[in-house]
T-cell receptor, first 113, second 110 residues
Framework: NAGVTQTPKFQVLKTGQSMTLQCAQDMNHNSMYWYRQDPGMGLRLIYYSASEGTTDKGEVPNGYNVSRLNKREFSLRLESAAPSQTSVYFC????????????FGPGTRLTVT | EDKVVQSPLSLVVHEGDTVTLNCSYEVTNFRSLLWYKQEKKAPTFLFMLTSSGIEKKSGRLSSILDKKELSSILNITATQTGDSAIYLCAVKGSQGNLIFGKGTKLSVKP
């Protein structure tokens, strides 16, 4: 039981490049989330998916797109990376959006030069 | 706008000290408050508080919620170097998602 997994762990992009961050969970959770964490800013919600087939914007969605591929997988795409998107990205899941405990993946450290 | 404010932002103590971390919130339709510990990687769950005045305890860590004051504290007694981490407070907001504070960075020196 791996919990929440993320790939890659590290990535360096040049401004304007695109990439997709992958997230998968094996806990049969309905809800999944993408956060970014910047120094001194705490965790900020980018997008979330309450259930398979639905996605909604969080606090900081600009510059990102998401896909809930199936119940297990939730990907985050940067279409044209900008230096302001340099951050650590965490994926999380919970039983449902009303479930308060979220389980986090190990994070992806992204640098955009 | 929903918000969660933690204080202090950083704290340095010596092993054996007792520390108190604070979290205050302004959230529509409050449901619960959670504490997480974040070491080098992902946050890990510590406590969930829903009722005012009931202390949750796990070893040397304890937490209590004060709904009247819209706040919570996290206490750590007899601190150890392994307690060094960022402690995050989160509250379920009006949109149904967790709103996180900026965290308190605790450093415990030997």
């Amino acid at each position: 039981n791996a919990g929440v997994t993320q790939t890659p762990k590290f990535q360096v992009l040049k401004t304007g490049q695109s990439m997709t961050l992958q997230c998968a969970q094996d806990m049969n959770h309905n809800s999944m989330y993408w956060y970014r964490q910047d120094p001194g800013m705490g965790l900020r919600l980018i997008y979330y998916s309450a259930s398979e087939g639905t996605t909604d914007k969080g606090e900081v969605p600009n510059g990102y797109n998401v896909s809930r591929l199936n119940k297990r997988e939730f990907s985050l795409r940067l279409e044209s990376a900008a230096p302001s998107q340099t951050s650590v990205y965490f994926c999380a899941s919970s039983g449902w959006t009303g479930s308060y405990e979220q389980y986090f993946g190990p994070g992806t450290r992204l640098t955009v030069t | 706008e929903d918000k969660v404010v933690q204080s202090p932002l950083s704290l340095v103590v010596h092993e054996g000290d007792t520390v108190t971390l604070n979290c205050s919130y302004e959230v529509t339709n409050f449901r619960s408050l959670l504490w997480y510990k974040q070491e080098k990687k992902a946050p890990t769950f510590l406590f969930m508080l829903t009722s005012s005045g009931i202390e949750k305890k796990s070893g040397r860590l304890s937490s209590i919620l004060d709904k009247k004051e819209l706040s919570s504290i996290l206490n750590i007694t007899a601190t150890q170097t392994g307690d060094s981490a960022i402690y995050l407070c989160a509250v379920k907001g009006s949109q149904g998602n967790l709103i996180f504070g900026k965290g308190t960075k605790l450093s415990v020196k030997p």
